[in-house]
Protein backbone atom coordinates (compact mmCIF):
# COMPACT_ATOMS: atom_id res chain seq x y z
CA UNK A 1 0.00 0.00 0.00
CA UNK A 2 1.37 3.40 -0.64
CA UNK A 3 1.70 5.67 2.69
CA UNK A 4 3.08 8.65 0.50
CA UNK A 5 -0.06 10.63 1.68
CA UNK A 6 0.26 9.47 5.40
CA UNK A 7 3.97 10.24 4.94
CA UNK A 8 3.84 13.98 3.63
CA UNK A 9 -0.14 14.56 2.03
CA UNK A 10 1.57 13.61 -1.27
CA UNK A 11 0.39 11.19 -3.75
CA UNK A 12 -3.35 10.06 -3.95
CA UNK A 13 -5.17 10.78 -0.80
CA UNK A 14 -6.12 8.18 1.92
CA UNK A 15 -10.11 8.51 2.40
CA UNK A 16 -9.55 6.57 5.88
CA UNK A 17 -6.57 9.26 6.66
CA UNK A 18 -8.33 11.70 5.23
CA UNK A 19 -11.67 10.98 7.29
CA UNK A 20 -9.27 11.12 10.57
CA UNK A 21 -7.98 14.05 9.40
CA UNK A 22 -11.20 15.52 9.35
CA UNK A 23 -12.30 14.76 12.66
CA UNK A 24 -9.44 14.35 14.70
CA UNK A 25 -8.50 18.07 13.39
CA UNK A 26 -10.82 19.48 15.74
CA UNK A 27 -8.40 19.12 18.47
CA UNK A 28 -6.04 20.67 16.36
CA UNK A 29 -3.92 23.43 18.30
CA UNK A 30 -5.67 26.92 18.10
CA UNK A 31 -3.27 29.96 18.63
CA UNK A 32 -3.54 31.68 21.67
CA UNK A 33 -1.37 34.37 22.78
CA UNK A 34 1.77 33.54 24.65
CA UNK A 35 1.38 35.23 28.14
CA UNK A 36 5.30 36.52 29.32
CA UNK A 37 6.29 37.65 32.43
CA UNK A 38 6.55 41.19 32.42
CA UNK A 39 10.43 41.21 32.12
CA UNK A 40 12.90 38.47 31.88
CA UNK A 41 16.90 39.23 31.24
CA UNK A 42 18.24 36.57 29.45
CA UNK A 43 21.82 35.79 30.64
CA UNK A 44 24.02 33.75 28.09
CA UNK A 45 26.27 31.30 29.78
CA UNK A 46 29.45 32.99 28.05
CA UNK A 47 27.50 36.38 29.75
CA UNK A 48 26.95 34.32 33.10
CA UNK A 49 30.80 33.13 33.48
CA UNK A 50 32.14 36.89 32.89
CA UNK A 51 30.36 38.27 35.24
CA UNK A 52 31.39 35.06 37.73
CA UNK A 53 34.73 35.87 36.65
CA UNK A 54 34.25 39.39 37.40
CA UNK A 55 32.21 39.04 40.93
CA UNK A 56 35.36 36.38 41.69
CA UNK A 57 37.65 38.64 40.90
CA UNK A 58 36.45 41.28 43.06
CA UNK A 59 35.68 39.16 45.85
CA UNK A 60 39.20 38.13 45.65
CA UNK A 61 40.42 41.79 45.83
CA UNK A 62 38.25 42.52 48.97
CA UNK A 63 39.63 39.54 50.84
CA UNK A 64 43.66 40.46 50.03
CA UNK A 65 42.72 43.97 50.95
CA UNK A 66 41.62 43.00 54.45
CA UNK A 67 44.29 41.22 54.92
CA UNK A 68 46.64 43.76 53.92
CA UNK A 69 44.98 46.12 55.68
CA UNK A 70 45.20 43.92 59.02
CA UNK A 71 49.03 43.41 58.35
CA UNK A 72 49.23 47.17 58.39
CA UNK A 73 47.16 47.52 61.42
CA UNK A 74 49.33 44.85 62.90
CA UNK A 75 52.72 46.06 62.09
CA UNK A 76 51.79 49.71 62.99
CA UNK A 77 50.75 48.82 66.52
CA UNK A 78 54.07 46.98 66.97
CA UNK A 79 56.99 49.26 67.30
CA UNK A 80 60.02 49.01 65.20
CA UNK A 81 62.24 48.29 68.12
CA UNK A 82 60.14 45.14 69.11
CA UNK A 83 61.78 43.15 66.15
CA UNK A 84 65.62 44.04 67.64
CA UNK A 85 66.39 40.90 69.05
CA UNK A 86 67.70 41.06 72.33
CA UNK A 87 71.37 40.66 73.19
CA UNK A 88 70.42 37.23 75.95
CA UNK A 89 66.95 35.68 75.56
CA UNK A 90 64.92 36.56 78.53
CA UNK A 91 62.87 34.12 80.29
CA UNK A 92 59.79 35.41 81.38
CA UNK A 93 58.51 33.50 83.91
CA UNK A 94 54.91 32.56 84.63
CA UNK A 95 53.95 34.04 87.90
CA UNK A 96 52.48 31.23 90.79
CA UNK A 97 49.03 31.18 90.69
CA UNK A 98 47.73 32.96 93.63
CA UNK A 99 46.50 31.36 96.62
CA UNK A 100 44.52 33.44 98.73
CA UNK A 101 44.32 32.40 102.43
CA UNK A 102 40.77 33.62 103.04
CA UNK A 103 39.21 30.63 104.49
CA UNK A 104 35.77 31.48 102.61
CA UNK A 105 37.54 31.59 99.47
CA UNK A 106 40.03 29.05 99.67
CA UNK A 107 39.82 28.25 95.87
CA UNK A 108 42.83 29.43 94.31
CA UNK A 109 42.73 31.46 91.34
CA UNK A 110 43.86 30.15 87.98
CA UNK A 111 47.30 30.93 86.55
CA UNK A 112 47.48 34.01 84.34
CA UNK A 113 47.64 33.43 80.70
CA UNK A 114 50.72 33.09 78.92
CA UNK A 115 51.47 36.27 77.27
CA UNK A 116 51.86 36.65 73.49
CA UNK A 117 55.70 36.95 72.64
CA UNK A 118 55.02 40.02 71.03
CA UNK A 119 53.62 41.65 74.09
CA UNK A 120 56.74 40.27 75.74
CA UNK A 121 58.98 41.27 73.24
CA UNK A 122 56.99 44.73 73.66
CA UNK A 123 57.85 44.78 77.41
CA UNK A 124 61.28 43.58 76.97
CA UNK A 125 62.56 46.85 74.88
CA UNK A 126 64.34 48.58 77.24
CA UNK A 127 62.97 52.12 75.34
CA UNK A 128 60.04 50.65 76.82
CA UNK A 129 61.23 50.04 79.89
CA UNK A 130 62.65 53.32 80.35
CA UNK A 131 59.29 55.25 79.16
CA UNK A 132 57.83 53.29 81.96
CA UNK A 133 59.94 54.29 84.48
CA UNK A 134 59.54 58.01 83.08
CA UNK A 135 56.23 57.36 83.43
CA UNK A 136 56.14 56.23 87.04
CA UNK A 137 58.42 58.81 87.75
CA UNK A 138 56.24 61.53 86.50
CA UNK A 139 53.30 60.30 88.07
CA UNK A 140 54.72 59.95 91.21
CA UNK A 141 56.22 63.67 91.01
CA UNK A 142 52.57 64.78 90.22
CA UNK A 143 51.16 62.47 93.33
CA UNK A 144 53.59 64.18 95.63
CA UNK A 145 52.98 67.70 94.31
CA UNK A 146 49.15 67.09 94.53
CA UNK A 147 49.81 65.32 98.67
CA UNK A 148 51.71 69.17 99.17
CA UNK A 149 48.71 70.91 97.64
CA UNK A 150 46.39 68.67 99.43
CA UNK A 151 48.10 69.65 102.83
CA UNK A 152 48.24 73.50 102.45
CA UNK A 153 44.61 73.65 101.51
CA UNK A 154 43.88 71.33 104.83
CA UNK A 155 45.63 74.17 107.51
CA UNK A 156 45.85 77.43 105.64
CA UNK A 157 43.91 79.12 108.48
CA UNK A 158 45.03 77.96 111.78
CA UNK A 159 48.61 78.84 110.21
CA UNK A 160 47.97 82.28 109.17
CA UNK A 161 45.99 82.59 112.68
CA UNK A 162 48.99 81.56 114.36
CA UNK A 163 50.97 83.59 112.52
CA UNK A 164 49.04 86.52 112.98
CA UNK A 165 48.76 85.49 116.89
CA UNK A 166 52.41 85.48 116.91
CA UNK B 1 9.58 -6.23 10.41
CA UNK B 2 9.36 -6.54 6.70
CA UNK B 3 7.45 -3.77 5.92
CA UNK B 4 9.65 -1.40 8.10
CA UNK B 5 12.60 -2.22 6.50
CA UNK B 6 11.00 -1.44 2.92
CA UNK B 7 9.96 1.82 4.30
CA UNK B 8 13.48 2.44 5.82
CA UNK B 9 15.01 1.69 2.18
CA UNK B 10 12.59 3.21 0.23
CA UNK B 11 13.66 6.60 -1.49
CA UNK B 12 12.22 9.93 -0.23
CA UNK B 13 10.96 10.60 -4.09
CA UNK B 14 7.73 12.00 -3.74
CA UNK B 15 8.93 13.83 -0.33
CA UNK B 16 8.22 17.29 0.54
CA UNK B 17 11.11 19.22 0.53
CA UNK B 18 12.78 18.71 3.93
CA UNK B 19 11.82 22.16 5.73
CA UNK B 20 15.61 22.64 6.18
CA UNK B 21 15.26 26.50 5.33
CA UNK B 22 13.50 26.46 9.45
CA UNK B 23 17.08 25.81 10.70
CA UNK B 24 18.44 29.09 10.79
CA UNK B 25 15.09 30.95 11.18
CA UNK B 26 15.41 28.81 15.04
CA UNK B 27 19.17 29.97 15.36
CA UNK B 28 18.33 33.44 14.22
CA UNK B 29 15.00 33.07 16.23
CA UNK B 30 17.16 31.61 19.49
CA UNK B 31 19.79 34.51 19.83
CA UNK B 32 17.10 37.46 18.83
CA UNK B 33 15.64 36.53 21.84
CA UNK B 34 18.54 35.98 24.19
CA UNK B 35 19.34 39.21 23.34
CA UNK B 36 16.05 40.23 24.38
CA UNK B 37 13.92 40.24 21.99
CA UNK B 38 10.68 39.22 23.06
CA UNK B 39 8.91 39.32 19.98
CA UNK B 40 11.82 36.81 18.43
CA UNK B 41 9.83 34.17 21.49
CA UNK B 42 6.59 34.49 19.92
CA UNK B 43 7.64 33.55 16.66
CA UNK B 44 9.56 30.28 18.23
CA UNK B 45 6.05 29.97 20.08
CA UNK B 46 3.86 30.51 17.07
CA UNK B 47 5.83 28.12 15.01
CA UNK B 48 6.05 25.21 18.01
CA UNK B 49 3.02 25.41 19.75
CA UNK B 50 1.31 22.94 17.80
CA UNK B 51 4.45 20.41 18.10
CA UNK B 52 3.71 21.02 21.83
CA UNK B 53 0.56 20.43 21.84
CA UNK B 54 0.68 17.31 19.91
CA UNK B 55 2.84 15.95 22.15
CA UNK B 56 1.05 17.04 24.98
CA UNK B 57 -2.23 15.40 23.76
CA UNK B 58 -0.99 12.08 23.43
CA UNK B 59 -0.17 11.79 26.89
CA UNK B 60 -1.88 14.08 29.58
CA UNK B 61 -6.12 14.99 29.35
CA UNK B 62 -7.24 17.43 26.60
CA UNK B 63 -8.65 20.11 29.44
CA UNK B 64 -5.10 20.15 30.72
CA UNK B 65 -3.02 20.78 27.27
CA UNK B 66 -3.47 24.52 27.06
CA UNK B 67 -2.36 25.55 30.40
CA UNK B 68 0.45 22.95 30.36
CA UNK B 69 1.64 24.16 26.45
CA UNK B 70 1.90 27.65 27.94
CA UNK B 71 3.47 26.34 30.94
CA UNK B 72 5.91 24.95 28.86
CA UNK B 73 6.59 28.03 26.70
CA UNK B 74 7.08 30.10 29.53
CA UNK B 75 9.72 27.79 31.12
CA UNK B 76 11.71 27.61 27.83
CA UNK B 77 11.86 31.07 28.14
CA UNK B 78 13.37 31.15 31.34
CA UNK B 79 15.76 28.51 30.64
CA UNK B 80 16.44 29.69 26.71
CA UNK B 81 20.15 30.59 27.70
CA UNK B 82 20.41 26.67 28.89
CA UNK B 83 20.08 25.58 25.52
CA UNK B 84 23.91 25.13 23.79
CA UNK B 85 22.40 24.45 20.08
CA UNK B 86 20.47 27.25 18.70
CA UNK B 87 19.16 25.03 16.30
CA UNK B 88 18.27 22.43 18.49
CA UNK B 89 15.11 24.13 19.44
CA UNK B 90 12.58 21.76 18.66
CA UNK B 91 13.83 18.52 20.01
CA UNK B 92 14.50 20.50 23.27
CA UNK B 93 10.39 22.28 23.83
CA UNK B 94 9.83 18.46 22.40
CA UNK B 95 11.77 17.00 25.67
CA UNK B 96 10.52 19.68 28.11
CA UNK B 97 7.07 18.61 26.53
CA UNK B 98 7.37 15.13 27.75
CA UNK B 99 8.92 15.71 30.76
CA UNK B 100 6.37 17.54 31.89
CA UNK B 101 3.44 14.80 30.37
CA UNK B 102 5.51 12.71 32.76
CA UNK B 103 5.64 14.91 36.05
CA UNK B 104 1.66 15.63 35.29
CA UNK B 105 1.02 11.98 35.29
CA UNK B 106 3.26 12.14 38.70
CA UNK B 107 1.62 14.32 40.61
CA UNK B 108 -1.96 13.51 39.67
CA UNK B 109 -1.55 10.05 40.42
CA UNK B 110 -1.01 11.29 44.32
CA UNK B 111 -3.45 14.29 44.02
CA UNK B 112 -5.98 14.12 41.41
CA UNK B 113 -8.25 12.03 40.20
CA UNK B 114 -7.36 11.76 36.53
CA UNK B 115 -10.56 11.91 34.34
CA UNK B 116 -11.20 10.98 30.91
CA UNK B 117 -11.65 14.10 28.68
CA UNK B 118 -15.46 15.20 28.39
CA UNK B 119 -16.91 14.64 24.96
CA UNK B 120 -17.79 17.83 23.14
CA UNK B 121 -20.04 19.43 22.23
CA UNK B 122 -20.86 17.88 18.64
CA UNK B 123 -20.95 14.60 17.75
CA UNK B 124 -17.66 15.29 15.66
CA UNK B 125 -15.99 16.67 18.62
CA UNK B 126 -16.98 13.59 20.64
CA UNK B 127 -15.72 11.14 18.10
CA UNK B 128 -12.85 12.86 18.07
CA UNK B 129 -12.05 12.36 21.41
CA UNK B 130 -12.62 8.75 21.21
CA UNK B 131 -10.10 8.35 18.40
CA UNK B 132 -7.52 10.06 20.32
CA UNK B 133 -7.95 7.44 23.52
CA UNK B 134 -7.89 4.85 21.18
CA UNK B 135 -4.34 6.30 19.87
CA UNK B 136 -3.43 6.91 23.07
CA UNK B 137 -3.61 3.44 23.88
CA UNK B 138 -0.60 3.09 21.23
CA UNK B 139 3.09 2.27 22.15
CA UNK B 140 4.49 6.02 22.95
CA UNK B 141 6.44 6.26 19.68
CA UNK B 142 3.63 5.59 17.71
CA UNK B 143 0.90 8.00 19.48
CA UNK B 144 2.97 10.99 19.65
CA UNK B 145 3.71 11.09 15.76
CA UNK B 146 0.64 9.74 14.87
CA UNK B 147 -1.48 12.46 16.45
CA UNK B 148 1.36 15.37 15.51
CA UNK B 149 0.24 13.74 11.62
CA UNK B 150 -3.19 13.43 12.49
CA UNK B 151 -4.47 15.82 14.38
CA UNK B 152 -1.85 18.68 14.48
CA UNK B 153 -1.64 17.83 10.31
CA UNK B 154 1.95 18.19 10.55
CA UNK B 155 3.89 16.12 7.55
CA UNK B 156 6.02 13.32 7.97
CA UNK B 157 9.25 15.27 7.34
CA UNK B 158 7.96 17.98 9.66
CA UNK B 159 7.98 16.17 12.61
CA UNK B 160 11.09 14.67 11.77
CA UNK B 161 12.67 18.19 11.50
CA UNK B 162 10.97 19.72 14.53
CA UNK B 163 11.32 16.69 16.95
CA UNK B 164 14.92 15.76 16.04
CA UNK B 165 14.07 12.41 14.98
CA UNK B 166 15.28 10.97 11.80
CA UNK B 167 12.73 10.72 8.56
CA UNK B 168 13.08 7.12 8.37
CA UNK B 169 11.91 6.69 12.55
CA UNK B 170 9.23 8.93 11.83
CA UNK B 171 8.14 6.93 8.54
CA UNK B 172 8.00 3.69 9.98
CA UNK B 173 6.08 5.10 13.60
CA UNK B 174 3.57 6.71 10.93
CA UNK B 175 3.35 3.46 8.90
CA UNK B 176 3.32 0.96 12.17
CA UNK B 177 0.72 3.34 14.14
CA UNK B 178 -1.66 3.62 11.79
CA UNK B 179 -1.68 0.11 10.86
CA UNK B 180 -2.68 -0.46 14.58
CA UNK B 181 -5.32 2.22 14.69
CA UNK B 182 -6.74 0.82 11.71
CA UNK B 183 -7.15 -2.24 13.56
CA UNK B 184 -8.94 -0.70 16.63
CA UNK B 185 -11.26 1.12 14.44
CA UNK B 186 -11.78 -1.73 12.35
CA UNK B 187 -11.36 -0.39 9.03
CA UNK B 188 -9.98 -2.97 6.69
CA UNK B 189 -6.54 -2.06 5.14
CA UNK B 190 -6.36 -0.62 1.57
CA UNK B 191 -10.40 0.44 2.18
Known amino acids: ?166 | MATANMLLMKPLANAAPEPAAEAPVEIGLVKAVLEGDRDGFSRLYDLYAPLVHGILLARVPRAEVDDLVQDIFLHAFKKLHTLRDSSAFGPWIAMIARNRAVDFHRRSRETVEITDDLPGSDKQEARAAEILELIRSLPDAYRETLVLRLVEGMTGPEIASRTGLTAASVRVNLHRGMKLLREKLGFTEGL
Open chain 1, 1 to 166: MNDDYLWNKSGEPDPQIQQLEEILGTLRYRPTPLKLAPRHSFMTRGRYLSLLAIAATVVVALIAGGFWLQIRRTEASIPSVAFVTPAAPIRIEDPAPIRIEDPFLSVSQPASPKRHPRLVAKHNNPEAVAAKQQLMFALRLASEKLNAAYRRTQSPTQIKNQHRAG
